[in-house]
């Protein structure tokens, strides 16, 4: 339990720093710490497929994706940041705060047992047998990105 | 067949960029539009149909082996499907001419086949987490087209769409991760039984509060809004058309009504949150546009304001205003593609959006301003076109359920409507012909003939409202009126 909560803890803190670290690298290793440590929680937690996932894809490759494209992007003069976020932040995660503390004691208290559901089973089966529908999403998903990154890094012709 | 709805753009579309090496025009042009046209062949034959006996349920085989790939087809999912294939069809020969400037058309057509299958296969899952990944695919694909011109202002409106829309889609997943770990379950019908079992009165009107942001962000309505007079007038012309015609209502109202209609169940409280921010947008919107000078900019503000509309008549719950709500989606589906594609023949002839430059336009481009007339007097609900009728519709739904200040509230803002559409008419297309477009053409005939066949369905749609309504609007309303008598204060608010 106490595992649990330093974990929590951990992984909130190093979300807020991601959000409001001014210099990119310093918010992109945030974001891969926090992601380390849900990662951590899911394997706590016996999701090892989930943990796996999330720090093999999010907290490694797309920190690396992240890395990649502030090396390869240029400061072309300073951009002024507007500092709403600064109050506004705080007053969302106290609200979000409160929320989690009225309303979710609330819920978590009528969580049924999940494994009665039919959706349960062991990860393989479940994903290639029982939720195929979502596979086709997941390759439109793909698809749609890699015609988007064509789209948007196409090279114009010179008669256009 | 109803599988060749998700599988026919996707197939098209991950073959398009291969294809494109061959021929760079024709065969994109020929591909993309036969798609859209067999697709909505088949919505109004084999779609009609199917479902002639009610609600069907169809899994895929594959080999003889039954897969894991199951959806639902009824009046309401029919009727969007028929409506996205229609304007995607009006969109896609627009295109043939419109988008020859903007190069790469393969990439263009598998991206607008993307967001095509991503609506459709919205429109026929069963289950909440299917919900979410076609929304992504239909997001996707849209945030790459209304950055498609590659300028600064698209790319920077893009930019914000993404933002918000990764906040929408962050509250539908938050609602659906909730809705999962309470009942275990994904599917329509089976989280509606786990909730009514679990008596999870505080988990429905958590996850409803999460929905309406959400779905609110997607459909655009006022408070949430800040997107979208961003990003449809920066798209090409056809993507503006699609997004305030389809994008918004699938995404953002089939969506919600849906869930809230055949899973909740429409509480009276949750009628009444729909009904007064569909007012508030209907309202906020229209006055907003009045002092827009950018004519794309004007018609995004428009698309606010009468997604309100169809909000409201939706929200009332009862069998006319879903019925009043579901026609108003229709008929601004083809008017405001309409409006959106005359804005880009404007665009393309003058090089300007902005109102105040153009004057006398209706001389040079007579079909153009001949079929804007036709769309902006059915958007402002001017008889006897479609948009009277739905409009007609819905007041007569809000009298009849007693909420007569809402109705005062509709009519006048339809007033505001046909204000700042006859500004857009006078100022660009009537008075006296400036010097500089002496030269300006008619658009090209694929061009034209697109504005043509949307105004004269406009048309069609108010003559044969009756005949619309029973053949398309009465089976969607029917299913929607369905979940409101199984749900009706189960949730006590």
């Keep these: ?160 | 067949m109803i599988f060749l709805f998700i599988g026919l753009p996707l197939v098209v579309a991950a073959l398009l960029p291969l294809l494109g090496k061959l021929s760079k025009r024709f065969l994109p042009d020929l591909l993309a539009n036969a798609v859209f046209l067999v697709l909505f062949v088949l919505a109004v034959t084999s779609g009609r149909q199917m479902i002639s006996q009610g609600p069907v349920l169809k899994q895929l085989d594959w080999l003889g082996e039954a897969l894991s790939i199951q959806v639902a087809v009824d009046g309401f999912s029919l009727f969007m499907l028929m409506a996205i294939a229609l304007l995607t069809l009006a969109v896609g020969l627009f295109s043939i001419n419109y988008m020859e400037h903007y190069g790469a058309k393969a990439n263009y057509y598998a991206l607008l086949l993307m967001m095509m299958a991503g609506m459709n296969g919205l429109v026929l899952v069963t289950d909440l987490f299917g919900v979410y990944l076609f929304l992504e695919v239909a997001a996707i694909a849209s945030y790459a087209l209304v950055a498609y011109g590659l300028e600064h202002d698209e790319l920077e409106a893009s930019f914000k769409y993404l933002l918000l829309s990764v906040i929408a889609s962050a509250a539908i997943l938050l609602a659906i991760t909730v809705i999962f770990g309470m009942t275990g379950s994904l599917g329509f019908a089976a989280v509606a039984e786990g909730l009514r079992a679990l008596e999870a009165k505080a988990v429905v009107g958590f996850c409803s509060a999460l929905f309406i942001m959400g779905f609110g962000l997607k459909a655009a309505l006022v408070p949430f809004h800040a997107w979208l007079p961003d990003a449809h007038p920066s798209a090409p012309a056809p993507i503006s058309a699609i997004l305030s015609g389809l994008l918004i209502k699938v995404s953002g109202v089939y969506a919600m009504t849906r869930i809230f209609f055949n899973v909740f169940g429409l509480t009276p409280a949750l009628s009444q949150i729909l009904m007064y921010l569909g007012a508030v947008s209907i309202v906020v919107a229209a006055l907003l546009a009045l002092g827009q000078k950018d004519m794309k900019r004007m018609l995004a503000y428009s698309s606010i304001s009468q997604v309100g509309y169809v909000v409201l008549g939706i929200g009332i719950g009862t069998p006319l205003g879903i019925a009043g709500g579901l026609f108003h989606l229709l008929n601004h589906a083809l008017a405001k593609g309409l409006l959106f594609l005359n804005s880009g023949s404007v665009q393309q002839a003058t090089g300007t959006r902005n109102l105040d430059e153009m004057g006398g336009l209706a001389k040079r481009m007579p079909l153009t301003a001949g079929t804007n007339l036709v769309g902006a007097l059915s958007i402002a609900g001017v008889p006897p076109l479609g948009g009277f009728w739905s409009k007609l519709l819905i007041i007569m739904a809000l009298v009849q359920a007693k909420e007569g200040a809402l109705a005062v509230v509709a009519v006048l803002a339809s007033v505001l409507t046909l204000w700042y559409y006859l500004l857009i008419q006078r100022k660009a297309f009537f008075g006296k012909l400036d010097e500089k477009w002496k030269a300006v053409k008619e658009a090209p005939f694929w061009m034209s003939a697109a504005t043509v066949l949307l105004a004269l369905l406009v048309i069609g749609l108010g003559l044969f409202f009756s005949a619309v309504i029973k053949t398309w609007i009465q089976p969607a309303s029917d299913v929607l009126d369905q979940g409101i008598h199984l749900a009706l204060g189960s949730w006590g608010f």
């Design chain 1, 1 to 160: 339990m106490i595992w649990h909560i330093l974990l929590l803890s951990g992984l909130v803190i190093f979300s807020i720093l991601a959000i409001l670290s001014k210099d990119l690298i310093k918010s992109a290793i945030s974001l891969a710490v926090a992601s380390l440590l849900l990662g951590i929680l899911f394997f706590q937690m016996q999701a090892p497929y989930a943990g796996v996932f999330e720090i093999s894809v999010v907290a490694g490759l797309i920190t690396v994706l992240f890395m990649l494209t502030i090396a390869l992007t240029k400061t072309e003069g300073d951009v002024r940041e507007s500092r709403s976020a600064r109050i506004i932040f705080p007053l969302f995660f106290v609200a979000f705060i409160l929320i989690d503390f009225f309303v979710m004691k609330g819920l978590l208290q009528k969580v049924p047992a999940l494994p009665d559901a039919a959706e349960l089973g062991a990860f393989g089966d479940v994903l290639w047998k029982q939720r195929t529908f979502d596979l086709v999403g997941q390759l439109a998903v793909i698809l749609a990105g890699v015609f988007a990154v064509l789209a948007l890094f196409r090279k114009r012709d010179k008669d256009e």
